[in-house]
């Protein structure tokens, strides 16, 4: 397995990636207690939801099969699931910008991993929100045409120029995508998980853009002038010839 995340090495996400499964199995044991409170299982389940999802990036970032990925999101949305059917529709307010975030990455994860239609579907109906944002909108029509149009962009920074660049051709296109990329990494300020690289507390999991990469793979976009960035999961777009799809 090639790692392939720049930041850290290959052991760390190794040891990530068991460590997680460890907190996992300990956060579901808790979960299925009797004796738990039902405000504490509430927390525990969306805390259980977010871990598998970084789980999933984890296993990303350490270099494992895309076969393997897609089991993983498998479970990321059983865990969305189990909280919304206990919460409601606090895990996905799009008021708050790691849920957006997390709306975002679960669809383009969807997509470019090619997980089947029915579980996007569901995944696209415990996200909800539909009319709400123009990126998230464009995104499920990417598999799922027909959402009701909006303009609105809830977070013009730092998706505007991504946006824009979807209606944009040729080298106006191109342009666009670079400019989001040069501020995507500082556009992400308010993300929870910003700047985890550098602390020895926090879990570092990547800093992927797959919002992009599944823009790029459904529309045919040319990603010459950014296939290198540190960003942008290319091998998800196109796997390579005798590669770890």
């Not at 299925?32 to 039902?38: F, I, L, N, Q, V």
């Not at 970032?61 to 699931?81: D, N, Y």
């Not at 975002?104 to 109906?125: M, Q, Y």
Request: a negative charge.
């Amino acid at each position: 397995m090639a790692l392939r995340d720049r930041i850290k090495p290959k052991q760390y996400f190794d040891e990530q990636v068991r460590y997680n499964a460890k907190t996992l199995d300990e956060f579901r044991a808790i979960i299925a207690a009797r004796d738990t409170e039902p405000v504490h299982r509430e927390q525990l389940r969306y805390a259980l939801f977010r871990r598998e999802l970084e789980q999933l990036i984890l296993r990303y970032s350490g270099g494992e099969p895309i076969t393997i990925l897609r089991s993983e999101f498998a479970k990321a949305i059983h865990s969305l699931e189990e909280y919304q059917q206990q919460a409601g529709t606090a895990a996905n307010d799009f008021g708050s910008f790691n849920a957006y975030v997390y709306a975002l990455w679960i669809i383009s994860l969807g997509v470019l991993l090619d997980v089947d239609d029915e579980e996007l579907r569901r995944a696209v109906k415990d996200l909800d929100n539909e009319g709400r944002d123009a990126l998230f909108d464009r995104l499920v029509a990417l598999r799922f045409p027909g959402r009701a149009p909006t303009t609105t962009l809830m977070y013009p920074k730092p998706y505007e120029p991504l946006l824009r660049a979807l209606d944009a051709t040729g080298d106006a296109r191109t342009t666009l995508i670079l400019r989001f990329l040069a501020f995507y990494y500082d556009g992400m300020r308010d993300a929870y998980w910003y700047d985890t690289h550098l602390s020895d507390d926090s879990c570092y999991f990547g800093y992927w853009c797959f919002e992009l990469a599944a823009f790029v793979k459904v529309l045919g976009i040319d990603d010459a002038a950014f296939a290198d960035s540190m960003f942008y999961p290319r091998d998800l777009v196109r796997p390579p010839a005798g590669g770890r799809s």
